[in-house]
């Protein structure tokens, strides 16, 4: 049971450049997010599923895609890399909402030069 | 929409020490609360949580917290600090339909 894994662990970017980040969970979770970690500034909420096929806004969801094609995977795209978005990047995932444990994966330390 | 506030960013305490550290909430029905802990390089892990009930919750690790309604409190307690508890302690409020509101976080930093 690995719960929530990240992939990959490190990135480094150059501005313009593209990636995706893939989040996997094995628990059958219906709920999923990705949130950016920056110095001084907590958690930020990106994005969010509530189930396999959806997706909404987060806190702060410009310059992010986000795709829920299978409901134990949830990918973040970035199109478009800029120095702003230089970041730790954490994906969790929940039974239900924001009522309900969150289960976080390790992170992705991502570098936009 | 709920809030929370965890007004010291860094706190340092001797080992063998009590903790305490704060955080203040805003929501208007009675809320969800949580503590999680992240170490260096690592993801946020739960430490506990308080959904209703006995306003006095234990956790993982030691570590305790209590709700109190009339302060709009949180706070996160320890009688006796290891080093191995060196780490960023985030506060949370959640509600049923919403997503979690994090606080920005108490770095803990434990002397010899």
């Known amino acids: 049971n690995a719960g929530v894994t990240q992939t990959p662990k490190f990135r480094v970017l150059k501005t313009g450049q593209s990636m995706t980040l893939l989040c996997a969970q094995d628990?059958?979770?219906?709920?999923m997010y990705w949130y950016r970690q920056d110095p001084g500034m907590g958690l930020r909420l990106i994005h969010y599923s509530v189930g396999e096929g959806t997706t909404a806004k987060g806190e702060v969801p410009d310059g992010y895609n986000v795709s829920r094609l299978k409901k134990q995977n949830f990918l973040l795209g970035l199109e478009s890399a800029a120095p702003s978005q230089t970041s730790v990047y954490f994906c969790?995932?929940?039974?239900?909402?924001?009522?309900?444990?969150?289960?976080f994966g390790p992170g992705t330390r991502l570098t936009v030069l | 929409a709920q809030s929370v506030t965890q007004p010291d960013i860094h706190i340092t305490v001797s080992e063998g020490a009590s903790l305490e550290l704060r955080c203040n909430y805003s929501y208007g029905a009675t809320p969800y609360l949580f503590w999680y802990v992240q170490s260096p390089g690592q993801g946020l892990q739960l430490l506990l949580k308080y959904f209703s009930g006995d306003t006095l919750v234990q956790g993982i690790k030691g570590f305790e917290a209590e709700f109190k309604r009339s302060q709009s409190s949180f706070n996160l307690r320890k009688p006796s600090v290891h080093w191995s508890d060196a780490a960023e302690y985030f506060c949370a409020v959640g509600a049923p339909g919403y997503a979690l509101n994090f606080g920005k976080g108490t770095s803990l930093l434990v002397t010899p």
């Open positions: 969790a995932s929940s039974w239900t909402s924001g009522a309900d444990t969150q289960y």
């Open positions: 628990m059958n979770h219906e709920y």
